[in-house]
């Protein structure tokens, strides 16, 4: 290679088609509905918000701190989301080092502009960092808008995305599984086997053996390892 490695890299961040498209050109810009920022969540500090917050929000990115923040959060969504930020933690508390970068987060809530209007948002986030001791510490932050329309807002929008399986975890059993065979996936996440489970809920390994083929059915699952992941019922 005969070329200078940095010259040779500016040319081929010349060559992006997305600096200059053809809207751009003609003066004409599509409506921006989503922005990104960096939450450090150890000082409880927006550590950086891209540009694309003014133009969403008609705020600075420079003024907005995490107190203006939440003042700016539609007052009948606050309890919402810190009850929904408590499940956050719960569900990581137990998550150390890479596990925590496994999972995804979302829910909606609703946000008052410069201008005194509110708008709908889509939070996704997921961890960026974890400290020394293991633990999450930076996370990256996605918020989309929705829509202008309040009517619409589902304040019982929460949902946990496992990156490694591509599936939401259910957190709701929308497989409408009975107490007994919760009982049973908790003991095979034990690492109890069939039989260990027989002895233990005084069932015999047949029952044990049906009820594990109709739990899989029900969650049409392949395994109980896929099945686990599902229902979140491990640390």
Same mark, same amino acid.
């Given at each position: 290679?005969?070329?200078? !490695? ?24 599509? !409506? ?7 939450? $450090? *969540? +150890? ?5 950086? #918000? ?7 929000? =008609? ?6 701190? *995490? ?9 009948? $969504?606050?309890? =919402?989301?810190?009850?929904?930020? +408590? /499940? ?14 496994? @999972? ?23 961890? +960026?960092?974890?400290?020394?001791? =293991? @633990? ?5 932050? /996605? ?9 619409? @807002? ?6 946990? @995305?496992?990156?490694?399986? =591509?599936?939401?975890? $259910?957190? $709701? ?6 107490? /007994? ?10 690492? +109890? ?13 047949? *029952? #044990?053996?049906?009820? /594990? ?11 109980? #390892?896929?099945? #686990? *992941? ?6």
């Amino acid at each position: 290679m005969n070329k200078n !490695p940095h010259k040779q890299w500016v040319d081929i961040l010349q060559q992006e088609k997305g600096k200059v498209t053809q809207n751009a050109k003609t003066g004409m810009h599509l !409506p921006q509905k989503s922005y990104t920022f960096i939450f $450090d *969540t +150890l000082n409880n500090k927006l550590q950086f #918000i891209n540009t694309d917050f003014t133009t969403v929000t =008609g705020y600075s990115t420079q003024e907005m701190t *995490t107190e203006l923040y939440l003042q700016n959060m539609h007052p009948e $969504d606050l309890e =919402g989301f810190f009850e929904k930020e +408590l /499940r956050v933690q719960d569900f990581t508390n137990d998550l150390r080092d890479h596990k925590v970068f496994r @999972y995804k987060f979302e829910y909606c809530y609703r946000m008052r502009k410069a201008d005194g209007t509110y708008f709908t948002l889509l939070q996704e986030y997921q961890a +960026l960092e974890v400290n020394k001791e =293991g @633990y999450w510490s930076k996370s990256i932050v /996605r918020h989309t808008m929705l829509n202008n329309d309040n009517d619409s @807002y589902d304040e019982t929008h929460f949902k946990i @995305y496992d990156k490694e399986q =591509g599936v939401y975890l $259910d957190l $709701d059993n929308k497989f409408n599984l009975t107490k /007994r065979e919760h009982e049973i996936i908790q003991l095979i996440k034990d690492g +109890l086997t069939s039989k260990e489970i027989s002895n233990t809920l005084n069932l015999s390994t047949n *029952t #044990i053996q049906t009820h /594990r083929k109709n739990i899989l059915n029900k969650t049409q699952t392949h395994s109980f #390892i896929e099945l #686990i *992941t599902k229902l979140n019922v491990f640390k």
